[in-house]
Nanobody, 120 residues
């Protein structure tokens, strides 16, 4: 089970840290990823982290303002977003996949999402 938190309403230029708590399985070897879906747009990949190695991978358009990290002790993955823009408004989803492929866009398990709204 994946449960996202940390979304909300924030002004442009602000920051947020999204969290995704995982339960029910060991994450060794898994890849954890973040996606987002804006209104009337397709879901897009943001970033991923290999749970065991801690290596990270970002979509080219997300490099610089997005930082993915993990807390092994709490089985939680975070997504820090800075310098938020109105176009960052979206539902942000956490996902995980046991194949551990960092560059995959195909994930087996998904959370319910957390809404991020950025006001101008």
């Amino acid at each position: 089970q994946l449960v996202e938190s940390g979304g909300g309403l924030v002004q442009a230029g602000g920051s947020l840290r999204l969290s995704c708590a995982a339960s029910g399985r060991t994450l060794n070897g898994y890849v954890m990823g973040w996606f987002r879906q804006a209104p009337r747009k397709a879901r897009e990949f943001v970033a991923a982290i290999n749970w065991s190695r801690g290596s990270t991978y970002y979509a080219d358009s997300m490099k610089g303002r997005f930082t993915i990290s993990r807390d092994n002790a709490k089985d939680t993955v975070h997504l820090q977003v800075s310098s938020l823009k109105p176009e960052d408004t979206a539902v942000y989803y956490c996902a995980t996949d046991p194949r551990g492929i960092l560059t995959t866009r195909s994930y087996l398990y998904w959370g319910q999402g957390t809404q991020v709204t950025v006001s101008s």
